[in-house]
């Protein structure tokens, strides 16, 4: 998988808008991007992922640059319950033996009253 | 998504037993992971359980250490053997969803070993 870079940690207001970069610039033409966040003690959560077009669900919404070397998650109204980890992962977007998730450091993202 | 229990959730064993971790996936899972998070760190991928064979281990683990089986299509089980101190983490089973390919994650169980 191809590596990402991401601020060890940010601060949001609640009720703010959340915007998490994510570095990618050796990112395959095959690779999607995801995220994912872990709250304190839980397993990770999907969030969204993205090939090159803007996403968007019930949780956040993905914005991936037209060269595709960097991405941002927006989460549009953050509340403490988004306090968490956040990991944004590059990975081809298959069932092949081999093509699991690999995690860096990611972003602990803090909801501040 | 795919719906991924863990069993026990934690734990607090002592030094030198071992412990069998299970993981129950809902039918959609395909591919099944063991991660492992240890205290303030990320995850690290243990292996890959194959259904019916032996593991794929990922570089710093062995099966002596941490044997891994996949029976069936929809559980697996980890077991860490001969447990440290050093084996205090979080340990994770992970599945991934045919269809979307995405990649889901239980409760984690949480081991302490004294």
């Known amino acids: 998988d191809a590596k990402t870079t991401q601020p060890p940690s940010m601060d949001c207001a609640e009720g703010r808008a959340a915007n998490l970069p994510c570095n990618h610039s050796?990112?395959?033409?095959?690779?999607?991007v995801y995220w994912y966040r872990q709250i304190h003690s839980q397993g990770p959560q999907y969030i969204i992922h993205g090939l090159k077009n803007n996403e968007t669900n019930e949780m956040a919404s993905l914005i991936i640059t037209e060269d595709r070397k960097s991405s941002t998650l927006i989460l549009p109204h953050a509340t403490l319950r988004d306090t968490a980890v956040y990991y944004c992962?590059?990975?081809?977007?298959?069932?092949?033996?081999?093509?699991?998730?690999?995690f860096g450091g990611g972003t602990r993202l803090m909801v501040k009253p | 998504s795919a719906v991924i229990s863990q069993k026990p959730s934690r734990d607090i064993c002592q030094r030198g037993t071992s412990l069998t971790i299970q993981c129950q996936v809902d039918s959609q899972v395909t591919m099944m992971f063991w991660y492992r998070q240890q205290p303030g760190q990320s995850l690290t991928l243990i292996a890959t359980a194959n259904q019916g064979s032996e593991a794929t281990y990922e570089s710093g683990f062995v099966i002596d250490k941490f044997p891994i089986s996949r029976p069936n299509l929809t559980f697996s089980t980890l077991t860490v053997s001969n447990m440290s101190p050093e084996d205090s983490s979080i340990y994770l089973c992970s599945g991934v969803r045919g269809g979307t390919e995405t990649q889901y994650f239980g409760p984690g169980t949480r081991l302490l070993v004294l």
């Open positions: 992962i590059v990975r081809v977007a298959s069932n092949n033996a081999g093509n699991m998730l690999t």
């Open positions: 050796t990112i395959s033409g095959n690779e999607y």
